[in-house]
């Protein structure tokens, strides 16, 4: 298995990347872990990435009343979604639960989102490695 942490000063996320690369996330934040569910490790860094890297480009979600966000990413098992604001300071991600109330939001500054998406993109490529060495 392996385990990575993406960090920020405001909250973590924790990707576990088990058997047939299934990842599930967990949010760290103001000492307590948040499991947000699961879903294949290309599936979470490819949205992760897309997100970082231009959030200004990312479509705003219509129906959503409490927030002005667009989509990236909603995970299995637990059933939570992740939406991106651009922001001065950098990009606000924020989490959503399965009855779509969202319970978190947290700022990435520049820094810390250019640090994401490089790991992200290790990730990425460790998951191609381990996809050609199957087949």
Same mark, same amino acid.
């Given at each position: 298995m392996v385990?990575?942490?993406?960090?920020?000063? +405001?909250?973590?996320?924790?990707?576990?990347?088990?058997?047939?690369?299934?990842?599930?996330?967990?949010?760290?934040?103001?000492?307590?872990?948040?499991?947000?569910?699961?879903?294949?490790?290309? =599936? =979470?860094?490819?949205?992760?990435?897309?997100?970082?890297?231009?959030?200004?480009?990312?479509?705003?979600?219509k129906n959503?009343?409490?927030?002005?966000?667009?989509?990236?990413?909603?995970? +299995?098992?637990?059933?939570? +979604?992740?939406?991106?604001?651009?922001?001065?300071?950098?990009?606000?991600?924020?989490?959503?639960?399965?009855?779509?109330?969202?319970? +978190?939001?947290?700022?990435?500054?520049?820094?810390?989102?250019?640090?994401?998406?490089?790991?992200?993109?290790?990730?990425?490529?460790?998951?191609?490695?381990?996809?050609?060495?199957?087949?």
């Open positions: 385990k990575v942490t993406l960090n920020s000063k +405001s909250a973590n996320l924790k990707l576990s990347v088990g058997k047939d690369t299934w990842t599930t996330v967990v949010l760290d934040r103001n000492g307590e872990s948040i499991p947000l569910g699961a879903d294949v490790l290309k =599936i =979470i860094t490819s949205r992760l990435i897309g997100a970082l890297d231009e959030p200004e480009k990312l479509e705003l979600c959503l009343r409490e927030v002005q966000a667009a989509w990236v990413l909603s995970l +299995s098992e637990c059933h939570c +979604s992740i939406y991106i604001a651009k922001e001065d300071q950098g990009v606000r991600l924020y989490v959503q639960n399965a009855e779509g109330e969202f319970f +978190s939001s947290f700022l990435l500054s520049e820094m810390e989102s250019s640090l994401w998406t490089e790991r992200l993109r290790e990730l990425s490529m460790f998951d191609q490695q381990k996809a050609s060495t199957k087949n």
